[in-house]
C-alpha cells in the first residue's frame, strides 16, 4: 500500500464527518484491530531489511496523524451531535434506575420533632455523658441510698479498677455508672449556669432490664427543666399542653394524676386521652381512654440545694418521657424490639 496515497485519502475523508457515528466508524476504518493500518503494520516482515525502519516510521507518523484528526473533530462536533446519535446513546424509552433513598431512623425524627417544639418554646437543646457520677445520676437528685433504684440490679455499675468493692476510704458518690435517665444533666446545668434557665435533654439512658415488648436494657429519654423567679404548676401544665397537642394533635386532652418522685415535689404523671379511641376505652388504652406519657412536676427544693440555688427565691419544674414511649404512640408500633433490630421492612415504613 503506499502510504502517500493513504495520507491523502484519510485528509478527505475526515472533511465528510459530521457525526459521532461516522466519526467512530473513520477511527475503526483506520485504527481498528483489522483496520488499515493494522494491515500496513503486517506487511512490514516481507520488506527488504534495510527498508523496514523506515517504513515502520512512516506507519507511525500515519497512525500519529489519524490520532491527531480523530481528537480534532471530537472537539468540533462536541455537543452537536445529530437527534439520532442522541437517540441511539440513550434509548429513553427503557427503565429508569430509581436511587435509594434513606431516611431517619423514627427515634431520630421524634427526638428531632420534640426538641423543634420545646425550642419554639425558648428551651435550649443540651446533652451531656452517658457515663455519670453517681451523685449526678442519684445524690444531687434526691435520690436517697435506700431507693431502691441505687441497687445494683437497676443500675449499671463500672468497675472501678482503682479500689476494691470494700475499700472503706471509697465514698458512695465516687462510683461511675451508665446514667439511668437523663437528670443528671439537669444537675449539670444548674450547677453551671445561674437562672433564669430552660433546657431540653434528650439523650441514651441505660437500666438492667429484661428485654420484651415494652422493654429494653437501653433507650431513649428527653428531660425538661425550667427555673427561674415565680414559675409555677400552671406554667408546667401550659408547657406540656402545647407539647403534647403538637406531636399528637390539637383535640387531645390531658390529665394529671398525683404521683412521687423525689427530685419533684409536688409530683404528676401526665396522661392524655387514647389517640387510638380518643378516650372511648380500647386495648391499647386497656379500657380506659387515657395512656400515660411523662412524669413532671416542680423541683424539689433539695434539689435547689445541691445546685446552690436559692430555694425561696427561685422555683422551677422538671418533666421527663421516654421516646419510644412516644413514637410507639404516634406510629402504633407495639414492640420496642423493633426500633433496634434494623430491619429495613420496619424502618422503610417511615
Request: glycine content about 10%.
Amino acid at each position: 500500500m503506499d502510504i502517500e496515497s493513504i495520507a491523502g485519502q484519510i485528509d478527505s475523508e475526515i472533511q465528510n464527518v459530521n457525526s459521532a457515528q461516522k466519526l467512530e466508524a473513520f477511527r475503526l476504518k483506520y485504527l481498528g484491530r483489522k483496520g488499515v493500518l493494522a494491515e500496513l503494520t503486517a506487511g512490514i516482515p516481507t520488506f527488504p531489511p534495510e527498508q523496514r525502519a523506515d517504513f515502520g516510521r512512516k506507519v507511525n507518523a500515519l497512525k500519529n496523524r489519524i490520532n491527531s484528526l480523530v481528537q480534532e473533530k471530537q472537539g468540533s462536533l462536541g455537543g452537536g451531535e445529530s437527534e439520532s446519535a442522541t437517540a441511539a446513546a440513550c434509548d429513553i424509552t427503557m427503565p429508569g434506575i430509581a436511587e435509594e433513598l434513606g431516611s431517619l431512623h423514627p427515634i431520630t425524627a421524634t427526638i428531632k420533632e420534640i426538641c423543634s417544639i420545646f425550642e419554639r418554646m425558648g428551651f435550649a437543646v443540651v446533652e451531656g455523658p452517658e457515663i455519670e457520677s453517681e451523685f449526678n445520676n442519684f445524690t444531687g437528685l434526691n435520690i436517697p441510698l435506700e431507693h431502691p433504684s441505687r441497687d445494683a440490679f437497676d443500675t449499671f455499675y463500672l468497675k472501678d479498677h482503682g479500689a476494691s468493692a470494700n475499700d472503706e476510704r471509697r465514698t458512695t458518690n465516687d462510683r461511675f455508672l451508665l446514667r439511668s435517665h437523663t437528670s443528671p444533666v439537669q444537675v449539670r446545668v444548674m450547677k453551671a449556669r445561674k437562672p433564669p434557665l430552660a433546657v431540653i435533654v434528650p439523650g441514651r439512658v441505660y437500666r438492667p432490664d429484661a428485654v420484651d415488648a415494652s422493654h429494653s436494657f437501653m433507650f431513649h429519654q428527653v428531660e425538661g427543666l425550667m427555673v427561674d423567679e415565680g414559675i409555677r404548676f400552671s406554667d408546667l401544665k401550659g408547657v406540656l399542653e402545647v407539647f403534647a397537642k403538637a406531636v399528637f394533635g390539637k383535640g387531645l386532652k390531658l390529665r394529671f394524676r398525683p404521683h412521687f418522685f423525689p427530685f419533684t415535689e409536688p409530683s404528676a404523671e401526665m396522661d392524655i386521652s387514647c389517640i387510638i379511641c380518643g378516650g372511648s376505652g380500647c386495648s391499647v388504652c386497656g379500657r380506659k381512654g387515657w395512656l400515660e406519657i411523662l412524669g413532671s412536676g416542680m423541683v424539689h427544693p433539695n434539689v435547689f440545694k445541691q445546685a446552690g440555688y436559692d430555694a425561696k427565691k427561685y422555683s422551677g419544674f422538671a418533666f421527663g418521657m421516654g421516646i419510644e414511649r412516644i413514637a410507639m404512640l404516634k406510629y402504633g408500633i407495639d414492640d420496642i424490639r423493633l426500633f433496634f433490630q434494623n430491619d429495613l421492612r420496619f424502618l422503610k415504613q417511615f
